[in-house]
């Protein structure tokens, strides 16, 4: 468990740092204002999906699940009833996680921020918000993945990284007697 306690926090703590890079990179790189607030309402999002990813992960129980409503609308002999179940049941498996929401709900959020300030404030962009949804969560799974690998890779004596893993290297080869087909080549010739 501490495993995981520390993997959620390198994500969670990489998320934020991916959140706050974005930010601050669409802060100076594009002209428009409402770019920078569409990464950061995304970023929010996708710290807000990890938490939630998390907390789901922390709910479960060692062993089989006992309670998984599609496995028992199929075991449902008739052929109706067992529709009946087998589809609430497939639409709540699929869509009836929160996580799902997520990009709808930020993207009504950033359609509320623009109706709400008019021309007051900056109009938070809804490309943006996606892309800093979608880069906030993954960003930081590649990143943790990296680190993982690296690790793996490196030797624990002298820090670096194996070369085990070079280019291979040509070796001539041994005359068989056969051609590249298999054919036994005539050497009268």
Known sequence: MASYSSLKTRLLTNSAIV???LTAYC??????P???LGVLLGSLGSLYYLVDLSSDIEKLQPGPSTNVPVVAAKEIEDVLPRLAALIPALYAQALGSRRVWIPV???LLATAWNYVVQDNLPHAGFAPAII???LGYKMPMLLVGWDDLKESMMDEERGKILTSRQRPTLVEPEDSGFDIYGNPIDKRR
């Open 132 to 134: 800093g949804f979608g």
């Open 34 to 36: 409402g770019a920078p």
């Open 19 to 21: 959140g706050v890079a």
């Open 105 to 107: 709900a930020i993207t």
């Open 27 to 32: 802060t100076v790189t594009t002209p428009t």
